[in-house]
């Protein structure tokens, strides 16, 4: 399984598009983030490889992380591979996934529009994700 390749998670039963995977894990792309085991998911179909490198660099354009806050593991996969630089506040987002690194269910509330979301991430990115929800930020971007 590779960037690109679309797969059945058969835990939610839903198509995934896969953006990175690696070290036994798999992200699919969509918001919000999440994460699972690669037993967990069945290759239906391989992605062109022109797909492929678009994704990667749709992947790479997800916008930076600010204060420390709102890293994008999909941008930061995409940047490695693509072989990108990265601002220093990313530069301690860059490291690969631990096999050690638990995967653990994420709950949260955007405290600006309320929204409740759930989530499956590895337990050392929740320091690091986005405190508000991708609509509220997009909106906060264009103010
Ligand atoms: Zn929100």
Redesign the pocket.
Known sequence: MKTGDTVLHKPTGEHWTIAWAERGRVCPVGWPETLAEDSDCELLQEGTEAERMKLLHDMANIPAPSRGRGYDSRRTYARRVLGLAEPPAAQAAKEKPRADDPIVRHNFR?P????RYSTLVLQSWIARLPD??H??AQAEKEN
Request: hydrophobic share 10%; proline share 0%; charged share 35%.
């Open positions: 955007c600006k529009c309320g929204e508000i929800c609509e509220c």
